[in-house]
């Protein structure tokens, strides 16, 4: 208890290291992973070949290489931003990929019928896609994002060696300062499951709410 | 192609479809060739920073980091399938005591992010790196298949288990002849997909000093008399790791798509939703 209490505002600045990155990553991958999946179910083969492509590099990428190439290589490849900058986008590109595949998925199980329907009732593409396939496609994809999401509030802690503040790092200085280094363990893996337990309870409100049985 | 959001392109579409492939294609040509001039620019293909791939030693320092990741991802593998099925059957149990256990070892172990367990094994428990790797990978993959075996016995139909207990099959068998063999069958391709999982993550062991393929990288990207050839090394090491994980992701698909057209399993329902592979 004593290591949580002397040490709250390192704690603290952990946690909020953590959150940061997770969510910062998360609304990029969530804007990205849209885009890319609008490219893999266009009719434009280009398009097709790039999502397609993106998805299958990054989702067989390990995430530590990323992060290697990402922070460590590209600085010398001219592009100099703050670690936590290029944490973030390291993340989101990886986090992208899995989004990118819930949502196509969730795209694929409207019936084309549906599609057929609504453009033969004279709607617009935006029409179409904003009034009968959104709405549809939205809702089951909401439970496979949720647990993307929550991979990337624990993938988040790999940044932490690699020099972002983040919940993880937290147990180095601590080590430093002598405090028993299983309890400050403890105390990390409470934040994690304080995160990833809000996200997963987050997301079955949203499912309740939003779902519905097809 | 067949989505619902796209009707079947008349003449004046596929004009326009060809103008956006048109202009897809020159903005990514750009990007590639951005690409490699900053590459030249930053002067990546200097002979300084790639002769050292030449040199024996520096070959075998990747080819033992190479062997050492596969090491640690065979161990990590064998052992979370055997993990993963000692608690799918504890979760599986007719034991109120051993189905909790069983419910709370693999709900906390999935919920942990696997770098804090590794590092907890690591700097805590004051475990050498390989074994602290191996055992991080087992807890959580492990767990992740007792939840990919237990759906899969699950989606069994009910009727399968019930006639063989009929049949006067005691649990055992059922088990073993009846349920598993079917299930199988179904979660071979989940199964691989976390394999794929575990192989990748064995990369988490560069954080813990394991001597595995990325550390290695990092000690040759490192090398002052190399001209700290960070970009090299990412360009060969990304390719191999990249290749091996897409093949193994390859024979799951593979694997999928020969059971979907299997006439044994046809119109049986494919047990589990391939886990996120995260």
Redesign the interface.
């Known amino acids: 208890m004593n290591v949580l209490l002397d040490n709250f505002s390192l704690y603290g600045k952990g946690f909020l290291g953590t959150l940061e990155l997770t969510l910062y990553a998360g609304v990029l991958a969530l804007v990205g992973g849209v885009i890319i999946a609008g490219f893999r179910?266009?009719?434009?083969?280009?398009?097709r070949v790039?999502g397609t492509t993106w998805v299958?590099?990054l989702?067989?990428?390990?995430?530590?290489?990323l992060f290697?190439?990402v922070l460590?290589?590209l600085p010398?490849?001219?592009l100099r931003l703050p670690f936590t900058t290029f944490a973030v986008l390291a993340l989101a590109c990886y986090t992208s990929a899995?989004i990118c595949e819930a949502v196509r998925s969730g795209?694929?199980t409207?019936?084309?019928?549906?599609?057929?329907a609504a453009?033969s009732l004279g709607m617009t593409?935006i029409q179409?896609?904003n009034l009968?396939?959104l709405p549809q496609a939205g809702r089951a994809v909401i439970s496979?994002i949720g647990?993307?999401l929550i991979?990337l509030?624990?993938?988040s802690?790999?940044a932490g060696?690699f020099s972002v503040t983040e919940l993880?790092g937290t147990?180095k200085p601590l080590?430093e300062l002598g405090y028993s280094?299983?309890w400050s363990?403890i105390w990390?893996?409470v934040g994690?499951?304080i995160i990833?337990?809000s996200i997963s309870l987050l997301f079955n409100v949203l499912e309740k709410k939003m779902g519905v049985v097809r | 192609m067949s989505s619902a959001l796209y009707d079947i392109p008349g003449p004046k579409a596929l004009a326009r479809h060809r103008l956006y492939a048109w202009i897809t294609t020159a903005l990514l040509a750009a990007l590639v060739g951005w690409i490699i001039y900053m590459l030249i620019h930053t002067a990546q293909f200097e002979s300084t920073k790639w002769v050292p791939f030449e040199y024996q030693g520096i070959q075998r320092l990747l080819l033992t980091g190479l062997a050492n990741t596969l090491k640690a991802f065979i161990w990590a593998a064998v052992l979370s399938l055997a993990f993963g099925a000692l608690f799918a059957a504890g979760r599986l149990s007719e034991h109120r005591v051993i189905r909790w256990v069983s419910t709370l070892v693999v709900e906390f172990f999935r919920a942990m992010p696997l770098l804090v367990m590794i590092f907890f094994i690591f700097i805590a428990l004051k475990v050498e790196p390989m074994m602290a790797l191996i055992t991080g990978l087992t807890l959580y993959n492990g767990s992740v298949l007792a939840e990919v075996f237990r759906t899969g016995v699950n989606s069994v139909s009910r009727g399968q288990g019930e006639a063989a207990y009929a049949l006067g099959m005691r649990k055992t068998q059922v088990m073993t002849y009846i349920l598993v063999p079917q299930a199988a069958r179904a979660m071979l391709p989940a199964i691989i997909s976390q394999l794929v999982v575990a192989l990748k993550d064995t990369s988490l062991g560069y954080l813990i000093t394991y001597e595995e393929f990325l550390y290695n990288g990092k000690l040759i990207a490192t090398n002052l008399d190399y001209d700290l050839p960070f970009i090299p090394v990412v360009m060969v090491i990304a390719p191999i790791y990249i290749g091996m994980c897409m093949l193994l992701s390859w024979f799951a698909n593979w694997l999928a798509r020969r059971e979907r057209h299997n006439p044994k399993t046809k119109g049986t329902p494919v047990a589990t939703t391939p886990p996120q592979q995260i």
């Open positions: 179910v266009s009719p434009v083969k280009a398009l790039f299958t590099v989702r067989n990428t390990p995430l530590t290489l290697f190439a460590l290589g010398r490849f001219g899995f795209i694929n409207v019936p084309l019928g549906q599609g057929e453009r593409f179409t896609l009968v396939v496979p647990s993307t991979a509030a624990k993938n802690a790999i060696s993880l147990y080590n280094i299983i363990f990390i893996a994690y499951l990833t337990l």
